[in-house]
């Protein structure tokens, strides 16, 4: 599963490369950018893109994941 900041709108989320019925894998999915992926709302993932937990910068979204990765992992 990858794990990443991406810009939303005017403020920035942290996505997994993983939709909610996917298999964990460590193979990058075969689908297109566009495709739904699930979002960070601060304790879990979600399928719906406007519970995401929302950061001003890239940097902050970039640091957040860079802190939290086990525990983003974990909760994939």
């Known amino acids: 599963m990858g794990v990443m900041a991406r810009k939303q709108g005017d403020s920035f989320v942290i996505t997994s490369d993983r939709v909610t019925d996917d298999l964990p894998s460590k193979v990058a999915p075969k689908r297109k950018v566009g ?14 893109l406007t519970d995401a937990e929302a950061f001003k910068t890239m ?7 860079k802190s939290n990765s086990s525990r983003l992992m974990e909760s994939g």
Do not use: L
């Open 35 to 48: 495709d739904v992926f699930r979002v960070w709302t601060g304790r879990n993932w979600s399928s719906v």
């Open 59 to 65: 940097d902050e979204a970039d640091e957040y994941v």
